[in-house]
């Protein structure tokens, strides 16, 4: 008789706080325990809903623990974040340089238009990931257009030389905005016209 064992994944003790049962639990570490977290938290939120996504659930499914995964991700939010993050490219570490500046900044625009959009590979009746994606491609957003705006003024662009913090941050924001506001997705001709009607005559000093 093997005594001091600890209950599986699918025995009741495993499951008394409600969640599904899982893979019996394995000793595993550092990115590969992480990938199966990931790849559990998609599958759980693709069978149940956002809504009704848990910690315990998640960890159920992966065959760990809850301690597991709040070590990693505070909340649901987040690792369902991170879990999308997979399957969806995350804005690059550095914007593309196309060689100009309405160029690079259309990039950033289409690159925070794919990311804030993730979310409806998923089931969110709420909107509560949703705004919690679409919030965080905008401060990728920010980020990359103070590099775009640095990368412009080393070339020699004199439009760069003029934009101020409000001006820099008013793409992604108009960006964001469309994105909340509206149903449909935002096509690349609306962000064509965000840069060349919106930006640009105020980053070379001229009125709309």
């Given at each position: 008789?093997?005594?001091?064992?600890?209950?599986?994944?699918?025995?009741?003790?495993?499951?008394?706080?409600?969640?599904?049962?899982?893979?019996?639990?394995?000793?595993?570490?550092?990115?590969?325990?992480?990938?199966?977290?990931?790849?559990?938290?998609?599958?759980?939120?693709?069978?149940?809903?956002?809504?009704?996504v848990?910690?315990?659930?998640?960890?159920?499914?992966?065959?760990?623990?809850?301690?597991?995964?709040?070590?990693?991700?505070?909340?649901?939010?987040?690792?369902?974040?991170a879990?999308?993050?997979?399957?969806?490219?995350?804005?690059?570490?550095?914007?593309?340089?196309?060689?100009?500046?309405?160029s690079?900044?259309?990039?950033?625009?289409?690159?925070?238009?794919?990311?804030?959009?993730?979310?409806?590979?998923?089931?969110?009746?709420?909107?509560?990931?949703t705004?919690?994606?679409?919030?965080?491609?905008?401060?990728?957003?920010?980020?990359?257009?103070?590099?775009?705006?640095s990368?412009?003024?080393?070339?020699?662009?004199?439009?760069?030389?003029?934009?101020?913090?409000?001006?820099?941050?008013?793409?992604?924001?108009?960006?964001?905005?469309?994105?909340?506001?509206?149903?449909?997705?935002?096509?690349?001709?609306?962000?064509?016209?965000?840069?060349?009607?919106?930006?640009?005559?105020?980053?070379?000093?001229?009125?709309?």
């Amino acid at each position: 008789m093997v005594t001091g064992s600890q209950p599986s994944a699918t025995s009741p003790a495993a499951v008394a706080d409600g969640a599904p049962p899982g893979p019996p639990r394995t000793r595993r570490r550092g990115a590969v325990l992480e990938d199966a977290i990931l790849d559990a938290a998609w599958d759980e939120v693709a069978a149940v809903g956002y809504a009704q996504v848990t910690m315990a659930g998640v960890a159920a499914r992966a065959g760990t623990s809850k301690a597991a995964l709040y070590r990693r991700w505070p909340n649901r939010t987040e690792v369902l974040a991170a879990a999308i993050d997979r399957r969806v490219a995350p804005l690059a570490a550095l914007p593309a340089d196309t060689g100009s500046l309405r160029s690079d900044v259309i990039a950033v625009l289409q690159a925070v238009n794919r990311r804030s959009r993730a979310a409806q590979a998923v089931p969110d009746p709420g909107g509560e990931l949703t705004a919690y994606l679409r919030h965080r491609a905008a401060a990728e957003g920010f980020e990359q257009m103070d590099l775009v705006l640095s990368r412009a003024r080393q070339r020699g662009e004199a439009s760069a030389t003029r934009v101020s913090t409000q001006v820099a941050r008013l793409p992604v924001s108009v960006l964001h905005s469309e994105l909340c506001l509206g149903i449909a997705p935002v096509p690349d001709q609306a962000i064509t016209k965000i840069v060349d009607e919106l930006f640009l005559p105020l980053a070379a000093g001229r009125e709309t």
